[in-house]
Nanobody, 123 residues
């Protein structure tokens, strides 16, 4: 069964950090670009960050620049999103998604999606 599973969400105080993981099973992630998205109920899903299949290209939404870092370990079939200096407005369900492509990364045309992990930033 092909699936992506996110983990690492939780409750954190403003200014704190979390590291999200996106683990693949049933397929090799090294053929896929990976993107992280987030969604708040009632709002559109937002692309947060993405990384190319070999990790050479990374992109960040303006809201994530300077605070979030995306990385991948293809040997572990896992992609990470390190989130620092978290703000209440970062509260959302975070999803990872995979797109089979050779170059770059984008926030559309995803082939697989995880079910999400909830991040709550609150004091």
């Amino acid at each position: 069964q092909l699936q992506l599973v996110e983990s690492g969400g939780g409750l954190v105080q403003p200014g704190g950090s979390l590291r999200l993981s996106c683990a693949a099973s049933g397929f090799a992630l090294d053929s896929y670009a990976i993107a992280w998205f987030r969604q708040v109920p009632g709002k559109e899903r937002e692309g947060v960050s993405c990384i190319s299949r070999r990790g050479g290209i990374t992109k960040y939404a303006d809201s994530a620049k300077g605070r979030f870092t995306i990385s991948r370990d293809n040997a572990k079939n896992t992609v990470y999103l390190q989130m620092n200096s978290l703000k209440p407005e970062d509260t959302a369900v975070y999803y990872c998604a995979a797109e089979r492509r050779d170059a770059s990364c984008y926030y559309s045309g995803m082939d697989y999606w995880g079910k999400g992990t909830l991040v709550t930033v609150s004091s």
